[in-house]
């Protein structure tokens, strides 16, 4: 079974600072897709991010850029420029051919003013 | 169509009694899943449909519950006799399917609000 693993539970970041969230992965499988999902205290989870496997180039969405490093089964998350709404719980997760989402146990930011 | 909707918002009910949750995804999306976060927990998968039909479902899905979605549009998940156990937020979310990711390349779900549910 596929698992994903978020080692820091909790995560805190000067605003307008850089951070990295980190993720690693398990499964045999060579094809699958990658995300990073938000969320706030709402808690409506939003899409910040997607990953391909089979693309070499690292996903980039304005601030926010992935690492991803398949053979060592790992998917950092880097923000730049620390926003006080990116404050929340941040979760990875991976999809492979069965196209459901297995979820990591997330990290929670906290952007400090 | 303003997303994924879930109804009702906060449920609180007595061990022993039955709840029923709905979902109504966004209308172009063909498949449709269910997920159980608890508190500090990242979401677990329970079950998902494509149209109608029920193409998976976790070992988590004890025989106490059910989730239908008869027409393939909205979808309900009833929880039997319930218990201390099943308290938990109860997320739904809908997504375009196989021809979706085919074409965009990933299979992007959107989620509802979740449907957080209390047993005393």
């Known amino acids: 079974a596929q698992t994903v693993t978020q080692s820091q539970p909790e995560m805190s970041v000067q605003e307008a600072e850089t951070v990295t969230l980190s993720c690693t992965y398990d499964?045999?499988?060579?094809?699958?897709?990658l995300f990073w999902y938000k969320q706030p205290p709402s808690r409506q989870m939003i899409l910040v991010i997607r990953?391909?496997?089979?693309?070499?180039q690292n996903a980039t969405e304005n601030r926010f850029s992935v690492n991803f490093q398949k053979a060592a089964k790992s998917f950092s998350l880097k923000i730049s420029d620390s926003q006080l709404g990116d404050a929340a719980m941040y979760f990875c997760?991976?999809?492979?051919?069965?196209?459901?989402?297995?979820f990591g146990t997330g990290t929670r930011l906290t952007i400090i003013p | 169509d303003t997303g994924v909707s879930q109804d009702p918002r906060h449920k609180i009910t007595k061990r022993g009694q039955n709840v029923t949750f709905r979902c109504d995804p966004i209308?172009?999306?063909?498949?449709l899943y269910w997920y159980r976060q608890t508190l500090g927990q990242g979401p677990e998968f329970l079950t998902y449909?494509?149209?109608?039909?029920?193409?998976?479902k976790s070992r988590l899905l004890s025989d106490r519950f059910s989730a239908e979605r008869p027409k393939g549009s909205f979808s309900t998940l009833e929880i039997q006799r319930t218990e201390q156990g099943d308290s938990a937020m109860y997320l739904c979310?809908?997504?375009?399917?196989?021809?979706?990711?085919?074409?965009?390349?990933?299979?992007?779900?959107?989620f509802g609000a979740g449907s957080r549910l209390t047993v005393l």
């Open positions: 499964t045999s499988e060579s094809d699958y897709y």
């Open positions: 209308s172009e999306h063909n498949r």
């Open positions: 449909f494509q149209n109608e039909a029920q193409l998976e």
């Open positions: 997760a991976y999809d492979g051919p069965w196209e459901k989402l297995t």
């Open positions: 979310a809908s997504s375009g399917g196989l021809a979706y990711t085919l074409r965009s390349g990933a299979n992007v779900l959107t």
């Open positions: 990953q391909e496997a089979y693309k070499q």
